[in-house]
């Protein structure tokens, strides 16, 4: 694998990471509070990105989603209270398995794929952007975990 | 300059305009606000930032550093609202002139400067973990602007 790809792979995996290992300290109950007053709740931001995530997979031609049924509560609508999805329990087992699938498949991906367009562009875009490539969106990706872990951070009474 | 160079790049660039747009929609009384009950203050996270992006500076071996005595009340020693450092007019007129000197030096490198070592390594750590270059601090750098973005939308009373 490119060296560069490496580096990249390697900048998505240590934020992934670092979130892990927050929600892993974080009990049911601290996750079910919001991360400062009158903001998203930890749970939200879990499925919020378990479900982002998730639309990589049909994004980068790896397969359907697995979870397709979390884009409506997590993305297109704000966080509710008052709307019981799921468990923080379940959204921890998601959230497994979704980055192991994801690690297997970024892993078995060629420079060549990366550099490659995603789905929602057109040969023609690619030709004209060549930069907004599968690569690009990955490190975007990067930034969006960053940005949402530090918001879960404010969780933690410490 | 090489295709990955340019993306990493305008993934910098991106969380730099998205953080600065914030910090422009923010009057400097809300930047002394705390981002957060008992959490940093706008200001502290615009000083630590500032300093943080003016030490890549000596570390890509661009010059020295502007602002070496925002090194210790932003990065060494975490917020104290009885310490007045500076004012949030100053810190803004720093962030424009470092980030400005920044641009302009990350796009006269070449993509071989760009995968060099920096200057916290040697040449034989280089040898052994290649992707440990100044892109690879780069593309860190990146996540934490994007990081501390998600903490600073916090302020914002929408």
Known sequence: ??????????????????TEKLINSLSDEQLLQEVAPGRNRGIYLLGHLIAV????????????????????????NPDNVDLVVTSVKDLRERWTTI????????????????????????DEDLQREPHRNKLSVLMNRTSHVAYHLGQLMFIRHD
Do not use: C
């Open 1 to 18: 694998m490119e060296l560069f790809v490496k580096m990249a792979l390697q900048a998505w995996d240590v934020q992934i990471k670092r």
């Open 53 to 76: 995530h998730d639309a990589m997979l049909p994004l980068f031609s790896l397969g359907e989603k697995l979870y397709p049924e979390l884009e409506e509560p997590f993305i297109k």
């Open 99 to 122: 980055h192991s699938k994801l690690s297997e498949a970024f892993n078995a991906m060629s420079a060549e794929q990366w550099f490659q367009r995603h789905n929602t562009m057109t």
